[in-house]
């Protein structure tokens, strides 16, 4: 086995290998892998190495507005100077913030697509102002250190809105929340159910829209979730993602304005103990597309 991988890469005198092949001609393979399958084959040796280093490689990873991306970033007159076009994207699978830090966006690394996350804190939310009803706590299970707590409500909604230039693609919208409230005890995981109350009188209202006139809404009983085989119990204390819908971008000329909200108004009854976090929009094929690793936080 080790002579014959050797052969492949070594020009020996029975007859070529891969390091006689050209290096145009290797980059033109790499157009059709992922990023880390490139920087795998990279190590070869000089030739794919070589077309690993192509700007017309990466040029082929990154989305065709990926100038919009680096205009977010600081100082990007003197950061992108002499950049190749393997450390822009290297620069931009690193979430970008923007809008004072509540919003994130990043490239996937193997895909090389537009994924965005939003902080609740860039998002209006009925009735924040009064402790009684609403807090916010730090936590180092959000990326952006901050969820928001409902302790008790009647009225419940949480809107956002987004406008940025989404390359063409289709996406899928989802809020990430959690039931009780957690933290660390003695360095362990613990959840706090005390206010949890509410959820299962009636469906939660998920919408979005968007400035071209998509329009998509869902509903879910946030206690309606996987059970536990053993007893039957609701398992809570975990982040669970819920999709409001999918939205197309044709075209990144005009941006795209996405408008979403969570909602749950019924006032015959209260409603608490649920954490919101965020809510993300990538593609929603995402997953398949990655095929290691999962989108959604566990």
Same mark, same amino acid.
């Given at each position: 086995?080790?002579? =014959?991988?050797? %052969? ?28 880390? *399958? ?18 017309? #490689?990466?040029? @082929? ?9 680096? +205009? ?11 950049? %190749? ?5 290297? &620069?931009? @699978? ?5 809008? +004072? ?5 990043? &490239? ?8 965005? =996350? ?9 009735? #924040? ?10 936590? *180092?299970? =959000? !990326? ?32 990430? #929340? ?32 968007? =400035?071209?006139? /998509? ?8 206690? +309606? ?17 819920? /999709? ?7 075209? %990144? ?5 996405? !408008? ?17 976090? @965020? ?20």
């Amino acid at each position: 086995m080790g002579a =014959s991988l050797s %052969s492949l890469t070594e020009n020996e005198t029975t007859g070529p290998g891969l390091g006689d092949i050209p290096e145009n001609c290797v980059a033109c393979v790499f157009m059709y892998l992922t990023p880390p *399958e490139i920087c795998n084959l990279a190590r070869l040796n000089r030739a794919f190495r070589g077309a690993a280093s192509s700007d017309a #490689v990466w040029n @082929s990873k990154l989305p065709s507005n990926y100038h919009h991306l680096l +205009d977010l970033l600081p100082l990007r007159e003197k950061i992108n100077e002499g950049l %190749s076009k393997k450390d822009i994207f290297a &620069l931009l @699978s690193r979430p970008v913030p923007f809008d +004072d830090g509540n919003k994130e966006v990043w &490239l996937d690394r193997i895909c090389g697509r537009i994924c965005m =996350s939003i902080s609740t804190k860039a998002m209006l939310i009925t009735g #924040v102002e009064d402790r009684r009803h609403w807090n916010w706590f730090p936590t *180092e299970e =959000s !990326r952006f250190h901050v969820v928001a707590y409902c302790q008790q409500v009647w009225w419940f909604e949480v809107s956002g809105s987004v406008k940025f230039p989404f390359p063409p693609d289709v996406y899928m919208l989802t809020f990430r #929340v959690h039931l009780g409230k957690f933290y660390k005890r003695l360095g362990r995981r613990v959840c706090n159910f005390e206010h949890t109350h509410g959820w299962d009188l009636g469906p939660v209202r998920y919408e979005l829209t968007t =400035s071209d006139g /998509q329009h998509a809404v869902s509903e879910y009983f946030i206690h +309606d979730i996987e059970q536990d085989d053993t007893n039957g119990n609701i398992k809570r204390g975990k982040w669970i993602e819920y /999709q409001v819908g999918e939205f197309i971008v044709s075209r %990144s000329d005009p941006a795209t304005e996405v !408008r979403f909200s969570m909602k749950q108004i019924d006032c015959t009854h209260s409603k608490g103990g649920l954490c919101v976090d @965020s809510v993300s929009i990538a593609p929603s094929d995402l997953k398949g597309c990655r095929r290691k690793g999962v989108f959604k936080y566990q």
